[in-house]
């Protein structure tokens, strides 16, 4: 995804000063008045890993089996054997 509130030059500046670590995130957030996630997105469009752990995404519950009665003809059969005793 595309950063468009910085013009490239902004950009260039945010990526050299990382790589270059003249300035932390924090800083450089502090520095353009932008968000934190939007200095990131910089740095990613730079190819220059930040360094930040990302959230592993929530896994997909499998679905449950709710337990139902005994199948019909099971009831069938064991009311005719009661029947017949």
Do not use: D
Not at 38 to 50: F, G, H, K, Q
Not at 53 to 59: A, S
């Amino acid at each position: 995804m595309a950063v468009k509130c910085l013009n490239p030059l902004q950009k260039e500046v945010i990526a050299t000063s990382f790589l270059n670590r003249t300035h932390s995130i924090e800083e450089l957030v502090a520095t353009f008045r932008r968000s934190r996630r939007t200095i990131i997105r910089v740095l990613e469009e730079a190819s220059i890993e930040p360094g930040i752990k990302r959230r592993i995404p929530k896994p997909t519950p499998l679905p449950q089996v709710i337990p139902t009665k005994r199948p019909w003809y099971r009831r069938i059969i064991g009311s005719f054997v009661q029947a017949c005793q």
